[in-house]
Each structure stands twice: as structure tokens, then as C-alpha cells.
């Protein structure tokens, strides 16, 4: 009997989850507990020396936790998942098991605002190094990698404007290079795209957006594909040497395909402790079981509205790869044949201040710095998300001055293209 | 047969049908793999023979040390092997002189020996390589879920308390127990013939 493969929504619904042992209770239960007893010192030895499966402390692990993560592996098609408190802290803890001081890693120029910021300058200081490439140039990563280079990092979807990156032509790069490829799947969801399947080594989410999809909760993950070979030119001592606070293991050596996910865990998230909070990831959970349903309907309408704006006389440009002649549609039909997301930028003939009085005007659109909400949001991104740039990297990211953003919701799409019309006139 | 990704019904009949385990490079050191890979096993009901000749007289977790596979006495389902790739072959062959042959033989996690695994299939032993017992037992049975593994099964069931000795149930039903692009990819990167 060859085993039969339970298709996406099936696994938005159950993968991880099952009925509680002790209760019988069938939902996941929130499990808000700081600490877990041991059965005795020899148990508590063993799960301090990552010998034992088990729960110590939720900083490190938790049981409602770890349902998220096991259903976020099984979604992207990777090996293992760790939950943290944001999408931020994932990438921290990500590239604190890859880089050392003085190391660099190379980042796609069209991420969104607070990342750029975040790798930066707050990178600065630990002495990692980010340097930048063009998502729509390939060469500019080829040129990028120098013998320090230790990551590449991209969005599959990338903020604000929406854009789709060639994967599969940036994962071709890491691999001669020797290095992984991280890609931030938040704007995306598995549902839209699987990176892994397009050669990514670790994918990163912010929870918080579609994934979860109500705007009620905060959350971070991190899913490793289990491809990446780490004992190669011991070029990752975090995984590859012996880790003197676990009594000389070696992670890659002792957890094979999915040591990345158990570095993460035990040498990022117990030091740094950006800990998800066991009620958020109950919060995301029960969304993520509607996300193939929230998605379609994400999808349906975004493609509604930005076909409504870009016939409209006040707009001067929409960026929606999900319209024929965007000129990332060819890679949206290929990468994400089931929709091109529901977050996109448009321009205004009137610019900024257009832009501005758009934003005032809007009844139902809610101003706010947030995507992937059921709720229509609208921000304007060089005054506030993206604020931090310089205006030479806000127009290079896709977030000019004359450029609104909007994450459209699940509501009904006649409502939100009368509310743009309303706004617009 | 394929030794780069195998069914989850392979992995599963092997662990479901296995009583008696030696594992070769057994260590008494309790930080490394075969330490704890031995104990788990221990406590999910197997019966242990730890084998290396270098601790003959110790015990390990109450089970005394064997020098070799034919020091063991007493026939044994599976061989776990606990050593690099390129100590696999000799401890096939003496593997292959045991009377009854093994029913199992297992290279752990970075061990593959393709000769050595053609050589005992030949002999009607199931092989499996590059893979650890422990790890495949906590997945099939979701136990190593608690790390946040993707166990790659499911169940509408309620879930068991593992107590000390308990074998749990691993007849979950699967979710892609063979080969997966990153599976694939993952082979390919380590330079294994695919």
C-alpha cells in the first residue's frame, strides 16, 4: 500500500493537531503554563541535555505551541518548525545560527520597511553585514557573494508593491554559493506559494498576517526544508562544532534533516527568548485552519479592486502582479498560479497629497500598519511603514511618496470598490 | 531498492515487527547519539544489546557490553549500526555469519554504505540507511512533535500518555512518508545518487 497524500486544506485542519490525551478534548487546548513537571532527575537530565522528547518551559517549547509548528512544517513541506513571538524575531534567530560577527548575507532590495530596517542598522550591531540586490536583477546577487556571505534572503511576495521573485533563478544562486536561501513567505502563505518547492532552504513568516488572518495576534515562524548540508566547510559553527552548553553535541550530527529547526530552538530561542505566547498560537491556529478558504476569497477580491483602480481616471499606476499587464504576471503565473496575493500599491495622479486625502476619505478601508487582516486596510508607506528609509531607498523598495498600499480583506469586494470610489471622488 | 527517501509502511513494519535490537558502537558516554538513541529505544519496550568491544564488562543502562555481533548468543531482529560509512561493510559481514541472519539492518543518520546494504539484501535482509530509530519512532508515532518535527502523520484519535517501557501505536496515517522535493533536494545536496 502506498501511502496516500492528504491534500492542503486537509493538512490546514489537522496536521499537528489530536484529541488532547489526557481530556479527549478535540480543539488544540491552550496550554498556559510557564513550566512542566519532570518524572524525575533522570527525565529532567535527559530533557536538558536534548536527549528526550518532552516540555521543559515554554520559552523553549510548548505543547499548543508545537502544534503550530508541526502544522506550519507540514504546510511548507519542511522537516521541522519553530514558533517565535513575531516575524522579526524569526529572522533574528534565523541568522544568529548562520552568522558570525563580521559575516555577511545578501538581501533582496524590495522587502518590506521594517526588515530593511531591521538588517540595517540593528544587524550592524551585532556585526553582521547585509548586502543589498535587486529582486529583478539576478546578476546582482551572483555579484553580491563574497567569502563572507553566509545567507541569501528574499520574499516570495514582496512588500509593498506586491512584486513576485524569481525563486527558483535566486535558490540556483545560493546553491553555487554554498549558502542557504531564506525566504519570507508572509505575503504568500503555502497556500499561494511553497518556496521549498522552489529550492528555499528555511522559510520565515510573520504569523501575524494572513497566516493567522483575524489581526489578533502576533507570531513568528520558522520552517526548515531539511536540504541544506551543514557539515560542509565547517562554514555554520553553530550547527557544525560541539556546543559546549549541551555537553559537546553537534546539532547537524544529531538531529540530520531537521537540525536547523533544533538550532533555532536551543541555541536562538532559549538564549535570545522571543517566546510565542501559547494563546497567540492558539489564535493562529484556528485561523490557519480556514486559510485555503481565506485566501481564495483574499485573491478574488484584490483581483476585483485593482482591475476597479487601474480603469480609474484619478489613478496613475497599479502594481498588482494578479493583472495581465503587470509586468510580474508572468512570474505570478508561475510561482502562484492561485492567486497573486491581496496586498498591492497604486499611485495617484494627484501624489502625496492625493494619497493623503484617499486615506482621509475612506469608510470602510481601515488606516493602520498592518497586511493580511479579514479587514480592507490602507496605509501610506513613506510616512509610516517604510518611513525609516532614505527617499532614494523608498522609491527602490516601491514605496514612493505618491504610492498607497492596500491589503484587501474578505469583505465583499462591491463594498470595497465603493468605498475607493467614494474616496476617490 | 531506493535507499534515498522510503515509505513510511517500510519504516513503520520494521518497528512494529522488531523485538530485539543490537546497536554496534553503542556508547556508555551519555552525550552522544547512541547513548540516548539506546536509551529511548529502551524505554519504548525494545530489548538492547549494546555492542563494543571497548567496553566489554560495563554495562549500559543494566544491559552488560558484548565485544562483537557473535558474542551476543542468542539470535537478534535488528542490527543498529552505529559507526561512520566506511566501517559499515566489516560489521555486515559478520553480520551475514549469524545464525539466524538478522532480520534488519540499520545504518543511523549520515551512514550509507551501498555495497555493504546490497550485499544484505541479497541475503533477504531489510536494510535501512542514513536514518536514526529514534527519530523515526518519535515521527511515526508523533511523540517528537513536542520539538515541533513534522511527523508527516495524522490522527483523528486520542493521543496515548507514553509511559516507561510503552510501545506506542505508529499506525498513523501518513502524509508523505516517501520522496518530497526537499527530500530530493536534500540527497542531491549531500552529492548521494539520486
Known amino acids: ?425 | 531498492m531506493n535507499h534515498d527517501t522510503y515509505d513510511d509502511n517500510y519504516i513503520r513494519s520494521i518497528l512494529n515487527s522488531v523485538k530485539s535490537i543490537a546497536m554496534v558502537g553503542a556508547s556508555p558516554v551519555n552525550v552522544r547519539p547512541s547513548y540516548f538513541a539506546f536509551k529511548y529505544l529502551a524505554q519504548r519496550g525494545y530489548d538492547m544489546i549494546p555492542v563494543n568491544p571497548g567496553h566489554v564488562g560495563k554495562q549500559l543502562l543494566d544491559k552488560p557490553f558484548v565485544a562483537s555481533l557473535s558474542d551476543i548468543g542468542r539470535p537478534v531482529d535488528m542490527i543498529d549500526i552505529f559507526r561512520s560509512s566506511s566501517h559499515i561493510m566489516p560489521v555486515v559481514d559478520e553480520a551475514l555469519t549469524l545464525s539466524p541472519l538478522p532480520k534488519v539492518i540499520w545504518m543511523q543518520l549520515g551512514a550509507r554504505d551501498d555495497a555493504a546494504a546490497e550485499k544484505a539484501e541479497a541475503a533477504g535482509i531489510k536494510v535501512v540507511m542514513n536514518r536514526c530509530p529514534k527519530i523515526e519512532c518519535g515521527r511515526l508515532s508523533s511523540e517528537i512533535s513536542w520539538m515541533g518535527v513534522n511527523s508527516r502523520t495524522l490522527s483523528s484519535k486520542r493521543a496515548p500518555i507514553p509511559t516507561q517501557g510503552m510501545r506506542l501505536s505508529l499506525n498513523r496515517m501518513s502524509v508523505g512518508g516517501a520522496a518530497t522535493a526537499a527530500s530530493d533536494r536534500a540527497a542531491k545536496n549531500k552529492g548521494e545518487p539520486t
Open chain 1, 1 to 425: 500500500m502506498t501511502d496516500r497524500l492528504p491534500g492542503f486544506s486537509t493538512l490546514a485542519v489537522h496536521a499537528g493537531a489530536q484529541p488532547d490525551p489526557t481530556t479527549g478534548a478535540r480543539v488544540t487546548p491552550i496550554y498556559q503554563t510557564t513550566s512542566f513537571v519532570f518524572n524525575d532527575a533522570d527525565h529532567a537530565a535527559s530533557l536538558f541535555g536534548l536527549q528526550a522528547f518532552g516540555n521543559i518551559y515554554t520559552r523553549i517549547g510548548n505543547p499548543t505551541t508545537a502544534v503550530l509548528e508541526e502544522r506550519m512544517a507540514a504546510l511548507e513541506g519542511g522537516t521541522a518548525a519553530l514558533a517565535v513571538a513575531s516575524g522579526h524575531a524569526a529572522q533574528v534567530v534565523v541568522l544568529q545560527q548562520l552568522l558570525m560577527p563580521g559575516d555577511e548575507f545578501i538581501a533582496a532590495r524590495k522587502l518590506y520597511g521594517g526588515s530593511i530596517n531591521q538588517f540595517t542598522h540593528a544587524f550592524k550591531s551585532f556585526g553582521w553585514n547585509v548586502a543589498w540586490a535587486d529582486p529583478d536583477d539576478i546578476g546582482s546577487f551572483e555579484r553580491a557573494v563574497t567569502p563572507r556571505t553566509k545567507a541569501i534572503f528574499i520574499e516570495s511576495i514582496a512588500n509593498p508593491a506586491g512584486s513576485i521573485t524569481d525563486i527558483e533563478a535566486i535558490a540556483e544562486v545560493a546553491r553555487k554559493a554554498g549558502v542557504p536561501l531564506i525566504v519570507d513567505n508572509t505575503l504568500a502563505t503555502p497556500y499561494l506559494i511553497r518556496p521549498i518547492d522552489h529550492g528555499a532552504d528555511i522559510v520565515v513568516h510573520s504569523l501575524t498576517k494572513f497566516l493567522g488572518g483575524h489581526g489578533n495576534s502576533l507570531g513568528g515562524i520558522i520552517v526548515d526544508a531539511g536540504t541544506f548540508d551543514w557539515s560542509k566547510d565547517n562554514k555554520y559553527p553553530m550547527l557544525n562544532e560541539p556546543r559546549p552548553e549541551y555537553h559537546g553535541i553537534r546539532i547537524q550530527e544529531t538531529f540530520g534533516n531537521f537540525a536547523f529547526a533544533i538550532a533555532c530552538r536551543v541555541l536562538g530561542l532559549r538564549d535570545l527568548g522571543p517566546a510565542l505566547s501559547p494563546f497567540n498560537a492558539f489564535m493562529i491556529l484556528t485561523g490557519i485552519e480556514t486559510l485555503p478558504l481565506r485566501m481564495q476569497k483574499h485573491c478574488e477580491n484584490a483581483k476585483a479592486v485593482a482591475e476597479f483602480l487601474a480603469g480609474h481616471p484619478a489613478v496613475a499606476s497599479v502594481n498588482y502582479a494578479g493583472l495581465a499587464s503587470d509586468r510580474y504576471n508572468k512570474l505570478a503565473r508561475k510561482y502562484a498560479p492561485k492567486g497573486a496575493g491581496a496586498v498591492f500599491t497604486f499611485s495617484l495622479r494627484g501624489g502625496y497629497d492625493a494619497g493623503v486625502s484617499l486615506v482621509s476619505n475612506l469608510k470602510l478601508f481601515s488606516h493602520l500598519a498592518n497586511v493580511g487582516d479579514t479587514r480592507s486596510l490602507v496605509i501610506h508607506p513613506a510616512s509610516t511603514t517604510h518611513s525609516q528609509l532614505d527617499d532614494d531607498a523608498k522609491v527602490r523598495s516601491g514605496a514612493g511618496p505618491d504610492v498607497v498600499r492596500l491589503s484587501i480583506g474578505i469583505e465583499d469586494k462591491e463594498d470595497l470598490i465603493a468605498d475607493l470610489e467614494q474616496a476617490l471622488t
